[in-house]
T-cell receptor, first 112, second 115 residues
Framework: GAGVSQSPSNKVTEKGKDVELRCDPI?????LYWYRQSLGQGLEFLIY????????KSGLPSDRFSAERTGGSVSTLTIQRTQQEDSAVYLC??????????FGQGTRLTVV | AQSVTQPDIHITVSEGASLELRCNYS??????LFWYVQSPGQGLQLLLK??????LVQGIKGFEAEFKRSQSSFNLRKPSVHWSDAAEYFC?????????????FGTGTRLKVLA
């Protein structure tokens, strides 16, 4: 597609349930990022994929969070046993070499 | 490792006043530098970027930024702020080698514009 696509755009889930958030990056972009933005807060880095290299998971807040990127393209961020503090907007961005990062519109996750 | 600091969490200016948002970075070489804007309920939009060359870069919406190597800074400026500029602004640093750039974002500066 023309841009970074994220789905769903909104997700409401019950506390304790697992959720999967999807990101379709721009075709050909080798790098993919996940960020979290809590209400009124800045961007919190979660994870970074670059080509076939091992991902940089240094930003994942707990072992309930995981992400994978299949075939160097689509990425899924999984949150297990969701908690209310997981409520936030989850942003995905992709980038190729030394270009700027392009962001999706985000998935707004609400844990009730 | 590279890092980005935006020292001002909130800034309030009057419409028509000038604006400067600060950004300091930490990196051993010259990084790639970016400013993004996020309007309420919107995604992040690139305002401008610096890769090399002229240290004063022009962006969209009348914004400019100046790279100052000696100060490790990349401050964003606008001579006259409009009410529509109220948004959150993020500075970002990209560093690495060809094909392995990683981008780090600052925590953002929220701009409020008074009528």
């Amino acid at each position: 597609g023309a841009g970074v696509s994220q789905s769903p755009s909104n997700k409401v889930t019950e506390k304790g349930k697992d959720v999967e958030l999807r990101c379709d990056p721009i075709s050909g972009h080798t790098a993919l990022y996940w960020y979290r933005q809590s209400l009124g807060q800045g961007l919190e880095f979660l994870i970074y994929f670059q080509g076939n290299s091992a991902p940089d998971k240094s930003g994942l807040p707990s072992d309930r969070f995981s992400a994978e990127r299949t075939g160097g393209s689509v990425s899924t961020l999984t949150i297990q046993r969701t908690q209310q503090e997981d409520s936030a907007v989850y942003l995905c961005a992709s980038q190729w070499d030394n270009t700027e990062a392009f962001f999706g519109q985000g998935t707004r996750l609400t844990v009730v | 490792a590279q890092s980005v600091t935006q020292p001002d969490i909130h800034i309030t200016v009057s419409e028509g006043a000038s604006l400067e948002l600060r950004c300091n970075y930490s990196y051993g070489a010259t990084p790639y530098l970016f400013w993004y804007v996020q309007s309420p309920g919107q995604g992040l939009q690139l305002l401008l970027k610096y890769f090399s060359g002229d240290t004063l870069v022009q962006g969209i919406k009348g914004f400019e930024a100046e790279f100052k190597r000696s100060q490790s800074s990349f401050n964003l400026r606008k001579p006259s702020v409009h009410w529509s500029d109220a948004a959150e602004y993020f500075c970002a640093v990209g560093a690495g080698t060809s094909g392995t750039y990683k981008y780090i974002f600052g925590t953002g500066t929220r701009l409020k514009v008074l009528a």
